[in-house]
């Protein structure tokens, strides 16, 4: 039976590398399928990684209709046995619903990649819809770590430099530290405390001797 299953996770962890390398397994063994994106960081109409992998693909829209878009291929005669869905957090709530819809109606496999939660610690409306709704939800087991060397669990958003905690949701940016709008990933402990690396090393030169 055809599932939709969210994989999650935080920023560095390997969704991207993990969808592709998906992609390439069923369609290797002569499923056909479909990729699609939002706000990825090399573009519009790409799936990137950060191991330098990228793959064409469908830029998702707030007008993106899921189903409409599954019964047009296939009207016109592409194969779609399966959708793989990256930045799948800034899906909408309903465009998670058309991705159950097709799954449950027409027996396509949807596989969802995301970050839960954003740099505020609050759930993505497309994340949330997605854990209510999918047969299986999976944590990939590839830690992203904090600086102090502790798993990471949250994103943390910097803008020149310094955690910011208010904002708009989706700002597109990265984990570039050179970035005016930067990411980067932290253990609940210092997300809460808003210390980042380049905090702790104003703090000391060597952050991870900090007793914390």
């Keep these: 039976m055809a599932e939709l299953v969210f994989f999650s996770g935080t920023m560095d962890c390997g969704k991207s590398t ?31 990684s950060r191991l330098g992998l990228r793959h064409p693909a469908v830029e998702v829209t707030d007008e993106m209709d899921f189903w409409d878009d599954v019964v047009v291929r296939r009207t016109r005669g592409e194969r779609v046995d399966y959708l793989v869905c990256d930045e799948a957090q800034f899906y909408s709530p309903d465009q998670v619903e058309q991705l159950a819809r097709l799954v449950d109606e027409m027996g396509v496999d949807v596989f ?3 970050i839960t939660a954003d740099f505020r610690t609050r759930l ?16 990939l087991q ?3 770590l904090c600086w102090c060397g502790a ?60 007793a914390f």
Aim: proline share 3%; glycine share 10%; hydrophobic share 35%.
């Design 151 to 210: 798993r990471a669990t949250h994103n943390a958003r910097t803008v020149g430099g310094v955690m910011v905690v208010e904002g708009e949701q989706v700002v597109v940016g990265d984990t570039d530290a050179h970035q005016d709008v930067g990411y980067e990933v932290l253990c609940r402990r210092h997300h809460m405390r808003r210390m980042t690396s380049a905090a702790a090393r104003a703090v000391s030169p060597s952050p991870q001797t900090l």
């Design 112 to 114: 969802a990649f995301g």
């Design 142 to 144: 590839v830690q992203s």
């Design 18 to 48: 993990l969808a592709l390398q998906l992609d390439h397994n069923h369609s290797a063994r002569g499923r056909g399928g479909v990729v699609y994106t939002r706000n990825d960081r090399a573009g519009v109409d790409v799936l990137s």
């Design 124 to 139: 993505f409306p497309g994340s949330q819809r997605l854990t209510e709704l999918a047969d299986r939800c999976e944590v």
